[in-house]
């Protein structure tokens, strides 16, 4: 669905440093690595908004500078790791607009338009707030109505920075097993970022772990969660072992030095 290859980026220092993956079609990836690694900068360029210093983007085998702005938001959506909204918009109204990337304007939605933004508010569990001002509702509330209004734009690639961050355990479960679903379903293809190992654990097809820019590893959970990576990585103590009810790798943290 989309490969990147040796992407280089840098603010004023480097961030992303020779960077290259690729992304199946209908597939779930999940892109982990300690605070300021380079995660929100490395999706940015996914999602086209900022632009590589160096290296090749494609969709579909097309280069992303031959492809229309237009085409790209058909076919990526993109939820930021901050979800502030200008505009005093009610929940449904702001899902709604995830449908203008086919063109038509406000006031000219068509009765698909409202449907589809209805199903993906209640897959999202956010139609009990339809009408509430969306900068009314808290943190896990409102980033879930980012991930309806994503989603009810139909894309075929969903980059989401951090969308289980301030979600409750029981929304973080149904957000990853919804996101999974979709993948089976209806080969949408997904890259999330997380700091969640454990829910990475059970539900990742593919892991990406970045530390300082570079990508450390790549591959299945059993491949990436290992606990030397892990330790090294993010500089902790830790034991990873097997969740003996799914048998995916389970980390936990180690509170002393024994
Ligand atoms: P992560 O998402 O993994 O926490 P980021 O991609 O947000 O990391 O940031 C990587 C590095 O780039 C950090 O050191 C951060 O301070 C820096 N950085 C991020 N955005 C900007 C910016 N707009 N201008 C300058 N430096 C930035
Ligand atoms: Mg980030």
Redesign the pocket.
């Known amino acids: 669905m989309l490969k990147a290859e040796n992407l280089y980026f840098s603010?004023?220092?480097p961030?992303?440093e020779d960077v290259s993956l690729a992304l199946e079609k209908g597939s779930l990836s999940v892109l982990i690595?300690?605070?300021?690694?380079?995660?929100?900068?490395?999706?940015?360029m996914l999602a086209s908004l900022l632009v590589p210093n160096k290296g090749k983007i494609f969709l579909q085998n097309k280069l992303f500078k031959d492809i229309s702005r237009r085409e790209i938001a058909q076919q990526i959506a993109y939820v930021a790791?901050e979800t502030k909204v200008e505009f005093p918009l009610s929940a449904f109204e702001f899902v709604l607009q995830g449908r203008f990337a086919y063109g038509q304007g406000f006031g000219f939605e068509q009765e698909k338009d409202l449907e589809l933004a209805k199903k993906m508010m209640r897959l999202t569990f956010t139609d009990d707030f339809f009408n509430r001002q969306i900068n009314a509702l808290s943190g896990g509330e409102r980033q879930r109505v980012f991930l309806a209004r994503a989603l009810a734009q139909d894309p075929k690639l969903l980059l989401l920075?951090e969308p289980t961050a301030n979600l409750d355990i029981s929304h973080q479960v149904t957000t990853f097993k919804l996101l999974k679903e979709l993948t089976h379903q209806e080969n949408l293809t997904v890259l999330l970022?997380t700091h969640e190992l454990n829910l990475t654990a059970e539900f990742a097809d593919k892991i990406f772990l970045?530390k300082n820019?570079k990508l450390f590893s790549q591959g299945s959970p059993k491949e990436v969660l290992v606990q030397s990576s892990l330790e090294k990585v993010f500089e902790t103590n830790l034991l990873v072992d097997n969740n003996p009810k799914s048998n995916s790798p389970r980390v936990t943290v180690v509170g002393h030095n024994y």
């Open positions: 603010y004023k220092t961030v992303i690595g300690p605070n300021g690694s380079g995660k929100s900068t490395l999706m940015k790791q920075d970022i970045l820019g």
